[in-house]
C-alpha cells in the first residue's frame, strides 16, 4: 500500500507561481513512475505531467508544456510540481499518482489514468484573473 498526499495548492492570481509537493509513505516509489493529472470544475480528470522512475524523462500535456516542471527526490520520496506564468484554466484540483510499472511500455501509457494504481486526494488550485 502506497499512500500519496499532496500540499500546496491555494489561491494565486494569473500569471504567479505555485509548486505543489506529494509525499509518499508506506513504500518507497523509487521505481515507480509517478504523474499528476488534474480536473477542473465541470471537467474529467486529465494529464498534465509525469516523470519515469530515475527522473531522467519528463513528459507534458501541451498545455503546461513550458510553464510546469516535474521533479522528484527518491530519498525522500516525493514528486514536485513548479507551476509558473499560470492561467486561471489552470484552476483545478490537482492528484498525484503512482504507476506500478517499471517497464520501457510507460513510455507509451504514461498519460493514460489507469496507468496508475495510487491516488492522492488532491490538492486545489486557484488562479484568479
Known amino acids: 500500500q502506497v499512500q500519496l498526499v499532496e500540499s500546496g495548492g491555494e489561491l494565486v492570481q494569473a500569471g504567479g507561481s505555485l509548486t505543489l509537493s506529494c509525499a509518499a509513505s508506506?513504500?518507497?516509489?523509487?521505481?515507480?513512475?509517478m504523474a499528476w493529472f488534474r480536473q477542473a470544475p465541470g471537467k474529467g480528470r486529465e494529464f498534465a505531467a509525469a516523470i519515469s522512475w530515475s527522473g531522467a524523462w519528463t513528459f507534458y500535456a501541451d498545455s503546461v508544456k513550458g510553464r510546469f516542471t516535474i521533479s522528484r527526490d527518491n530519498v525522500k520520496n516525493t514528486v514536485n510540481l513548479q507551476m509558473n506564468s499560470l492561467k486561471p484554466e489552470d484552476t483545478a484540483v490537482y492528484y498525484c499518482?503512482?504507476?506500478?510499472?517499471?517497464?520501457?511500455?510507460?513510455?507509451?501509457?504514461?498519460?493514460?489514468?489507469?496507468?496508475?494504481?495510487?491516488w492522492g486526494q488532491g490538492t486545489q488550485v486557484t488562479v484568479s484573473s
Open positions: 508506506g513504500r518507497t516509489v523509487t521505481n515507480n513512475g
Open positions: 499518482a503512482t504507476s506500478p510499472s517499471h517497464s520501457a511500455n510507460y513510455y507509451n501509457t504514461y498519460n493514460e489514468e489507469n496507468e496508475y494504481d495510487y
